[in-house]
């Protein structure tokens, strides 16, 4: 029954985006989407009970659904959702793009489907083809305001990580080319095959392709150094898009690099590719500290704040063990749900005091009770405090590291998300109180810009105050099919 | 393993073609002409759509000359075709502003291929292949993947940078016809594929760059930093 269910998410997006795309006029479209991403929503729901364990193949082995591509798919379609809630509001206020807003719904929904193809790609290639159409779809959404800065962005997106998709195709190359000498010239290219081969292949020629594939999937995850084009492509673009953009995408991507780490699992390579995963996950964390402290723009905070996040989460599965791996599938959810928060209460200030300058935003919460209200609360969440979700998975993560054999890493971890703490919340505090602004924002925000949030808050609050027994053991049993025992 | 017992001819043509395909990118390196660019990648695609032939007949891969073929027609005609007309819309004949000379860069290559071979060297002994023909199928692919790399930064030209972006593929393709030719057919036909899509983006951002900025010059995107 799993499968007809995977099938029916394809058609109701791609239905969706062709609707979209087709019929002209905004309302009709932004309730298209709506309509498919809740209904997204709800399948996705009932794949995460009903997939098995083990995962199972269709259509001659390309697709495989795994717990692990489930729970990608799930952190996606929450995204979505709250994202094309969002949208309703937060595009109407574009003036003079009424004409074109369809076209924006049809990206939406097209992007949201490029992206619901990849995690369950059992091809390795494919699932690189499907990275690469997520890049292609979401360009085009950077640079839907046709700004100069927005199409700036979006042009440095797409070279950048193309360049980088470049490298990760030369590492799957080099990765069939080394089960060639254990298969035969030609063989079916799947993750269990490559994961078969690896125990009895070259393991440096393993490790060369796997750090390639490590710095290409890594671009598009936002890994520093090579995450350049992240906080302009968040940045510039539309705020529901930057939410999937960041909540989204990048846990697609990073589902390719967890993928061929546990294929190095059963190598002697398995700790040089952890620690390789470590460092850039380490660096990530400096580089986001760094820009954060110094940052003037409210949504390049927030993007580095997902350089942060990819950063920790980059950290829980190169630590692996069983703690490891927990924490960083839990933050991946918690990351998706807060930052989205983030992210639209950015949309929502930059709009109200027409500008995206932290300078220019002051006394959030004497204009706007209900939606600065959340956004500060967001804020604190995204920065793991007490007592949201993101707090409990990074300690998990903690604890796993100390297991692990880069436990110089945890301590890292711990004094950079300290700086973090500091620095994010400080922006916030200039933001919140301060002294009046010079025009004060005369907009109403309406119960579509705010319930998303409140929604979104709900949740990752929720996951902080009770991690329940049943999501656990959900994590557990993903963590164990990936081999972390 | 098509490479472990490969004809003498056979090996002799396959290097042949490598080695003009690198040279082809050094053509590329040591013009500013954009024009020429996009010729020297058409060649390029070409020698490799003859590669892809010679592999599928040798090897007695047969669906490698339907690849060859849609490299011919894909790469070797319709992308350079769809270049030629984004420089004849934009004017651009010139790349102006080159970080360096012509002749410093054709020495930057030629030190990028001897480290592609160092690198392809020692994977080879270590595979225990060092005289055969993967060593130089290696290096190339490495070559032109340092060289489109060094194009992307030398350049400033928003067509060059397709340029050094199609070069780094043109690379993994080429290294992969010798390397895995048996590499399922679907995928190689997706990648074809996709990078006509790709292409097409560029061509629509490219413009969206002319019109909203004015310019299509990487040097003078700076409105993004910090």
């Given at each position: 029954m799993i499968w007809p269910i995977l099938y029916a998410i394809w058609i109701v997006t791609a239905a969706a985006a062709a609707a979209c795309g087709i019929i002209p006029g905004a309302r009709f479209a932004e309730r298209v989407n709506l309509f498919a991403a809740g209904l997204d929503f709800v399948l996705v729901c009932y794949l995460l009970g009903a997939t098995p364990g083990a995962g199972a193949t269709a259509l001659n082995g390309y697709l495989l659904l795994d717990g692990f591509g489930v729970w990608v798919m799930f952190c996606l379609a929450t995204v979505y959702l709250l994202a094309s809630v969002y949208a309703i509001g937060y595009m109407?206020?574009?003036?003079?793009?009424e004409a074109r807003l369809n076209r924006f719904y049809a990206l939406f929904a097209a992007f949201a489907l490029t992206m619901f193809l990849a995690p369950v790609q059992n091809n390795p290639g494919l699932y690189w083809i499907a990275i690469d159409f997520t890049t292609i779809v979401s360009a085009f959404l950077v640079g839907f305001q046709r700004a100069p800065e927005s199409i700036e962005a979006a042009w440095k997106y797409i070279v950048i990580v193309s360049a980088g998709l470049g490298l990760a195709l030369l590492g799957t190359v080099l990765f069939y080319w080394a089960g060639t000498f254990v298969l035969g010239p030609v063989y079916d290219m799947t993750w269990a095959a490559f994961g078969a081969i690896a125990p009895k292949a070259d393991s440096v020629l393993l490790l060369l392709a796997f750090l390639l594939l490590l710095v290409g999937f890594g671009t598009k995850v936002g890994l520093a150094p090579m995450h350049t084009w992240l906080p302009d492509a968040h940045s510039e673009g539309p705020a529901p898009v930057s939410a999937m953009l960041s909540g989204a995408l990048l846990n697609c991507a990073m589902l390719g690099i967890v993928r061929y780490l546990g294929i190095l699992r059963s190598t002697p390579m398995e700790g040089a590719a952890r620690t390789a995963l470590v460092v850039l996950g380490a660096f990530s964390l400096l580089v986001a500290a760094l820009f954060i402290t110094r940052q003037t723009v409210i949504k390049r905070l927030a993007a580095y704040s997902s350089v942060e996040h990819m950063g920790v989460v980059a950290l829980g599965f190169g630590f692996g063990g069983p703690l490891g791996v927990i924490g960083a599938l839990y933050h991946m959810l918690n990351h998706s749900l807060a930052k989205s928060l983030v992210f639209f209460g950015a949309g929502n200030m930059m709009h109200a005091y027409g500008s995206k300058e932290i300078d220019r935003i002051r006394r959030v919460t004497h204009y706007f009770p209900r939606s600065g209200g959340l956004w500060l609360a967001g804020a604190v969440a995204i920065t793991g405090a007490p007592p949201f979700g993101l707090f409990l998975s990074e300690l998990t993560i903690l604890r796993g590291g100390m297991q692990s054999t880069n436990a110089w890493a945890v301590w890292w971890m711990a004094v950079l998300l300290i700086v973090i703490f500091i620095g994010f919340l400080n922006k916030f505090r200039a933001m919140f109180f301060g002294p009046q602004p010079e025009h004060a924002p005369r907009i109403e925000l309406r119960f579509v810009h705010v319930a998303p949030m409140a929604v979104a808050l709900a949740a990752v609050l929720g996951l902080g105050l009770w991690w329940l027994p049943a999501i656990w053991q959900h994590l557990a049993a993903i963590a164990a099919q990936l081999g972390e025992v | 393993m098509l490479i472990f017992h490969l004809d003498p001819l056979a090996s002799s043509i396959f290097s042949l073609l490598t080695i003009v395909a690198l040279i082809l990118a050094f053509v590329m390196l040591g013009s500013h002409w954009v024009k020429n660019h996009v010729y020297a990648f058409a060649a390029e695609s070409w020698v490799i759509a003859a590669l892809s032939a010679l592999v599928g007949f040798y090897g007695h891969y047969p669906e490698l000359l339907f690849i060859a073929a849609l490299t011919a027609l894909l790469r070797g005609s319709l992308l350079p075709y769809l270049l030629l007309r984004i420089i004849a819309d934009l004017k651009q004949s010139r790349e102006f502003t080159p970080l360096l000379q012509p002749s410093s860069s054709l020495v930057l290559g030629a030190f990028l291929v001897l480290f592609s071979y160092a690198l392809a060297h020692r994977l080879g002994v270590r595979m225990q292949l060092a005289d055969s023909i993967a060593v130089l199928a290696l290096t190339t692919m490495f070559a032109l993947k340092l060289i489109g790399f060094l194009m992307l930064v030398l350049r400033a030209e928003a067509v060059s940078a397709i340029l050094g972006l199609l070069v780094i593929e043109n690379g993994i393709f080429l290294g992969s016809q010798i390397l895995v030719p048996g590499m399922p057919l679907l995928l190689e036909l997706v990648i074809l594929f996709d990078l006509l899509i790709i292409v097409s983006t560029f061509g629509l951002l490219i413009r969206y760059l002319h019109r909203e900025l004015g310019t299509t010059s990487s040097r003078e995107l700076t409105r993004l930093v910090g």
């Open positions: 109407r206020w574009m003036h003079g793009e | -």
